[in-house]
């Protein structure tokens, strides 16, 4: 047995003496009971400051306590997770302030360690259980009046004894809880509580070192962007980006382990249930560790430069030093080709060469030599691409660089489309990368997506070179290939068991990254789900069990990434109806089917909190959210303007950005922002994801998105900040994961068992 593991379990064995010898208080803060006991003594009232490190202030709208800085450090040792967290706080008063502090913890956290700086009593922190936590929290909520604090009901609470901070000082104070990780399956997951309210506090930075003596296959956020440092087979490390630290809500990790051979892919499913048609919605991860090189399937790679007249100077530079640096990383025995286009075509060979060392120096000479001149023959440079041999057993791929519009050739957008979807007989993926603004974005956009690729953009500023390692460093070496994936119940084919699969034709699957498949399924019985492929040594599956019964509204983010990804692909249908006429006039009145596309964007985005540049103005002041004709026009307006008269200019790199980046969505980070024709990225504080509701605000009223579009929505019921009704309601709202939408200033209006209740918060 590990040491932590050990540790923990002989702290239990404690915690169960000393309550058998009737000391119930003592201990509770050696462990945290399944059942609560007794409310908590006197000796333990809280101190006139209660700082809770999520909000970012101490609670109380009046306190002069402020937190400057949170910093979490997390480590995981295969089951056993330690989270450090280390809270800056400054006092502004002229007094020196006495403080508590108040943490939201997972059930089975054990605190570990609570320090401060200076001279006091020794320090001590215990973790109260739900029941006893919810009659501390109650009394904390009644004397504070502070809606914030309201999301928070319903976790285990670490309550500090009392701390001193001098004044107009500063103080850093030290926590330490630990937990021991349920499996289920190969995936452990582990939580760190966060509020979900937008502009609670400082960003946190987050730093995550894993070590598992199984081997690891990934390991992932759904809820935050994270910086892979280091990845081994055992281990990674990871950091919070600067969008992850300000990022709201709880982080979540998924620690997937992987079984059987050395290099072996693993998968896991997360639920969410739908309580009104049943059934409900999946996200399955499929993941690759780090591949030794007999599990690889070979690549074989084609090359394609645009060398016109336009890219002359840095940008022909940089695109041969990134081709160079490409061949490099590739192994030996793998083939490549490198086609170079303006207003003809040229290759290096007829068909891609096996790598050695002397295929490397000529290849090496032939991009040095290339200059440029002419126009720009996209057309002939992919039709060339897509006739390249392909040896058996390989994996076809092209990084296809280009910096301009077609203007040799055939140049119609429909012509160069119906190429990449009819003539890709060797099924190439088409990687395509545009340099600048003065490409066709949504053809670029359909090249690859009809061949399971994605599209890059690298904008004035960016390094090519480094964005182009970017790019190839997702595709080595590859570990999975033409996947599948598919149901089956009780060992026979079971289809019907799920639907809207996104994205609806799979990627391959590379070693050390990771699948994010997201849909629907039908039925509330068990069904198996299974990714089927080809590896390096034949047809692999990936299988998982679905238990409906297992689906959990915690997993809120599931159907938010669904319907972030089904939006992108409901946009860019419309997007592409601008290849043939990019002049049209969209009208949802003439119709029908625009009607309902546009019906079914707005109707995903009001309902799952989905921030996009089309449906902006729900997050606008004045949003007339009874007003449904209203929106959809708008929405409709924006489509037009933009997603299908709009192909090229940075207007439309933009949109390329975001629809790349939506289609694939694996972090809620990315449906709550997007890149706008300036390309800064823009959020709005407009918008509310909270537990399982989202709700957009106009005024100083925040509506629950499944309730926008009823025309004259009636109030059924309107329940008052701290009344009897209030406290009911807020338990009710705990036990559907939805208690952090009444934590919002001003008025609420949320659909409940029915009803439309109007929550007043104002006045607090």
């Not at 902006?616 to 929106?631: H, K, V």
Request: aromatic share 4%; net charge neutral.
């Amino acid at each position: 047995m590990p040491s932590r593991i050990a540790h923990i379990v002989a702290r239990s064995l404690a915690a169960f003496a000393v309550a058998v010898a009737g000391d119930v208080a003592a201990a509770q803060s050696l462990v945290t009971p399944g059942i609560p006991t007794t409310p908590p003594p006197a000796a333990w009232a809280p101190p006139p400051r209660i700082i809770v490190p999520q909000l970012g202030r101490a609670a109380g709208a009046a306190s002069l306590l402020a937190v400057t800085d949170v910093s979490a450090n997390v480590e995981i040792r295969d089951q056993v997770a330690t989270t450090t967290l280390e809270i800056g706080l400054v006092n502004r008063s002229p007094a020196a302030q006495e403080a508590t502090l108040l943490v939201p913890v997972p059930s089975a956290a054990t605190v570990m360690g609570f320090s401060f700086e200076g001279p006091a009593k020794e320090p001590t922190a215990r973790v109260l259980g739900r029941n006893e936590a919810r009659l501390e929290y109650d009394s904390i909520v009644a004397r504070e009046r502070d809606p914030a604090l309201l999301e928070w009901a319903g976790w285990n609470l670490v309550r500090t004894s009392v701390f001193p901070v001098a004044a107009g000082g500063t103080q850093r104070i030290r926590l330490v809880w630990e937990e021991l990780l349920t499996p289920i399956g190969d995936r452990l997951d582990y939580v760190l509580p966060r509020s979900d309210i937008v502009g609670a506090g400082p960003a946190w930075r987050v730093h995550v070192d894993v070590k598992s003596s199984a081997t690891l296959a990934a390991v992932y956020s759904p809820t935050h962007e994270l910086r892979t440092l280091s990845r081994s087979t055992n281990g990674a490390t990871l950091e919070a980006s600067d969008r992850g630290a300000t990022s709201t809500g709880a982080l979540r990790l998924a620690i997937v382990r992987a079984g059987g051979r050395p290099g072996e892919a693993a998968a896991t499913v997360m639920t969410y249930p739908d309580p009104v048609n049943g059934g409900g919605w999946f996200l399955m991860l499929a993941a690759a560790p780090v591949l030794p090189r007999e599990n690889a399937l070979p690549r074989d790679l084609v090359l394609v430069l645009d060398r016109s007249g336009s890219m002359s100077g840095a940008p022909l530079e940089q695109a041969k030093a990134a081709t160079l640096r490409i061949i490099d990383g590739l192994r030996d025995g793998e083939r490549v080709n490198v086609i170079d286009f303006s207003n003809g075509v040229s290759r290096f060979a007829d068909a891609p060469v096996a790598l050695d060392a002397t295929t490397r120096a000529r290849l090496a000479a032939h991009v040095a030599a290339l200059a440029p001149s002419g126009g720009t023959n996209i057309h002939d440079a992919l039709l060339e691409a897509l006739r390249q041999p392909v040896a058996a057993g390989s994996v076809p791929l092209c990084l296809f660089v280009t910096d301009g519009l077609p203007t040799i050739g055939r140049t119609l957008e429909r012509d160069i489309r119906a190429l990449a979807e009819k003539g890709n007989a060797s099924q190439r993926r088409v990687f395509t990368i545009g340099l600048g603004p003065d490409v066709n974005v949504p053809l670029l956009d359909r090249i690859a997506d009809a061949s399971r690729a994605l599209a890059t953009y690298v904008t004035p500023g960016d390094d090519l070179t480094q964005r182009v390692a970017e790019v190839v460093e997702r595709l080595g070496p590859p570990a999975l290939t033409e996947l599948a994936l598919v149901a089956t119940e009780n060992g026979v084919s079971a289809p019907n068991r799920i639907a809207d699969l996104q994205p609806g034709v799979l990627p391959d699957l590379f070693g050390g990254s990771t699948l994010v498949i997201c849909g629907q399924y039908r039925g509330n019985a068990p069904f198996t789900l299974a990714a089927e492929g080809r590896a390096a040594d034949g047809k692999r599956r990936l299988t998982v069990q679905v238990d409906p019964k297992a689906a959990s509204v915690t997993n809120a983010f599931v159907p938010r990434l669904w319907a972030s990804r089904r939006i992108a692909q409901l946009v860019d249908g419309i997007r592409q109806l601008g290849a043939d006429q990019p002049k049209t006039s969209l009208s949802i009145d003439a119709d029908p089917r625009l009607r309902e596309l546009v019906g079914e964007i707005v109707r995903l985005a009001t309902t799952w909190g989905i921030l996009t540049e089309y449906t902006s103005m729900l997050a606008l002041e004045g949003s007339r959210f009874n007003d449904w004709r209203a929106l959809e026009t708008a929405c409709a307006d924006s489509l037009n303007g933009r997603a299908v008269q709009t192909r090229s200019g940075y207007a439309a790199v933009n949109q390329g950005m975001n629809w790349n980046r939506q289609k694939v969505e694996s972090t809620l980070a990315g449906t709550k922002a997007y890149v706008d024709a300036s390309l800064a990225q823009v959020e709005s504080s407009n918008l509310a994801q909270c537990g399982t509701a989202n709700l957009w605000r106009s005024g100083q009223r925040w509506t629950e998105g499944s309730i926008a579009g009823d025309v004259n929505p009636v109030i059924d019921e309107v329940v008052i900040f701290g009344s009897d009704r209030h406290r009911q309601l807020l338990w009710e709202l705990v036990e559907e994961n939805r208690q952090s939408a009444i934590a919002l200033d001003g008025e609420i209006l949320i659909r409940h068992r029915g009803k439309n209740i109007l929550v007043r918060n104002d006045g607090c």
